[in-house]
């Protein structure tokens, strides 16, 4: 801080709302969060990321001292489109409060915990410069909501060549179904999805001799995916599970046998399963009912969990001694960057509500961002007041 008047969280919020960073564009966002972060004594490092058929972002490393440990901030500026835009109460970049709630595209998902995270330190140092020993880094991405292919993934890379450490790192994604301390995020289970092409010989319906149809062979193959059960589930995952998301056969003609029928299926898996293996049992069903078939399998993420132990306990105590719940630690709901940071340093997510985030009227109450903020502060006093010994005890 150095105009010695302190970051308001709501106000920042709302500045970083007014950007319309609808994925992949930025509209200053990360500049914001840059200049920001630099009034702190951040060093900060802008940095774009292109790769042919995607996409150029923007992406932001800032980090304030050179010692370890090195507890990180993640998230993103990014937002997904505003859909139906007349279907929203209010404007969704005016970033208006009415009756104590802070509406705009982003409030949630997640600039509010941003706007947390950069008031949280503010308050953090205008205790404690120069009297805690390590460093506090901030990694904000702007292709969370997109391919994910220009954004943090590169970034890690990034501090990978040059040789920087995340030693812990929390996510701000919204992670609260209902009320603020609902749940901690600690892993996510992983995600295949398969495309299944039978073919056949397209025919006369009234000569089916002179044809072979290929759906009631996709319909026996579908039968079998959906009708296992691949696991129990464990401590941590719910059980894996399969859903078929489109059959398409695109044969309008009822005395028609279609040449082929795709089905397009996805399974989040947990810790019980590795992505070989469900490959391998897919394609054996397929092999069993027989004849000619393509299978393209793309495993979107791997399973990951970050074990109940130090980190976790830090962050649920500070959101215990904050809105007076027990957040429970789940490994449900859609993936986020956690699932590249965890091969880097254990990983937890908290953030705001998630009920709202992705829809019309996104919306975070004032007071959740602000009782956010001193979350985040409670984990920086008492994350930087572990002893190291201690910390590398419970390295995860
Ligand atoms: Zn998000």
């Given at each position: ?22 994925t992949?564009l930025?509209?200053?966002?990360l500049?914001?969060?840059?200049t ?16 042919d058929?995607?996409?150029d972002v923007?992406?932001l ?6 010692s ?9 500026t990014?937002?997904?489109p ?12 005016a ?7 802070l509406?705009?595209?982003g409030?949630t998902?997640?600039?509010g915990?941003?706007a947390a ?12 410069r120069?009297?805690?020993e390590g460093s ?14 220009n954004?943090?993934v590169?970034?890690l890379?990034?501090?990978?060549d040059?040789?920087?450490i995340l030693?812990?790192?929390?996510v ?5 179904p209902?009320n ?5 995020k600690?892993?996510?289970?992983g ?9 056949g010989?397209q025919?006369?319906v009234?000569?089916?001799h002179l044809a072979?149809n ?10 079998r995916?959906t009708?296992?059960s691949f ?6 995952f719910?059980?894996?599970n ?10 309008p003609a009822?005395?028609?046998i ?5 089905a397009?299926?996805?399974?989040r898996f ?9 490959e391998?049992?897919?394609?054996t069903?397929?092999?069993e009912?027989?004849g000619?078939y ?19 306990d830090l962050?649920?105590?500070?959101v215990?001694e ?19 940071i ?10 705001l ?10 919306q975070?109450?004032?007071?959740d961002?602000?009782?956010?903020t001193t979350?985040y ?14 910390r590398?005890?419970?390295a995860?």
């Open positions: 801080m150095t105009d010695n008047k302190p970051i308001d969280p709501i106000e920042l919020t709302r500045a970083l709302i007014r950007c319309a960073s609808v992949p930025d509209d200053g966002a500049s914001l969060t840059n920001t972060l630099e009034k702190l004594g951040f060093v900060t490092h802008s940095m774009t990321f292109s790769e058929g995607t996409p923007n992406n490393y800032a980090r304030l001292g050179d370890e440990p090195n507890f990180c901030f993640a998230g993103h990014d937002v997904v505003v859909g139906d835009a007349a279907a929203w109460k209010l404007e969704p970049f970033a208006e409060i009415r009756d104590g709630i509406y705009g595209r409030a998902d997640m600039k915990a941003v995270f950069i008031a949280a330190i503010d308050i953090f140092l205008s205790k404690r120069g009297l805690f506090i880094s901030l990694l904000i991405t702007g292709d969370e909501e997109g391919p994910s292919i954004g943090t590169k970034v890379d990034w501090l990978a040059r040789g920087e030693n812990h790192c929390l701000g994604e919204p992670t609260n209902d603020l301390g609902d749940m901690i600690i892993g996510r289970r995600s295949l999805t398969g495309t299944l092409t039978v073919n010989t025919g006369h009234a000569y089916p072979d290929p759906l009631p062979r996709l319909i026996k193959i579908l039968e995916f009708g296992h696991d129990n589930g464990n401590e941590h719910t059980r894996t399969l859903e078929i998301a489109s059959i398409d056969v695109g044969n009822s005395n028609v279609p040449a082929n029928a795709t397009l299926f996805n399974i947990n810790t019980e399963q590795t992505s070989d293996n469900l391998e049992w897919l394609r069903q397929c092999d009912i027989g000619d393509t299978l393209n399998i793309t495993v979107g993420a791997q399973p990951f969990l970050t074990r109940p132990g130090y980190f976790t962050i649920s105590k500070a215990a904050v809105t007076g719940n027990k957040p429970a630690l789940t490994t449900t709901g859609g993936t986020s960057d956690a699932r590249f965890h091969h880097y340093c254990p990983v937890a997510e908290f953030g509500i998630s009920e709202t985030m992705h829809k019309v009227d996104e975070a109450t004032v007071s961002i602000e009782r956010l979350i502060v409670r984990i920086l006093e008492s994350y930087f007041e572990t002893t190291g010994a201690s590398q005890n419970h995860s």
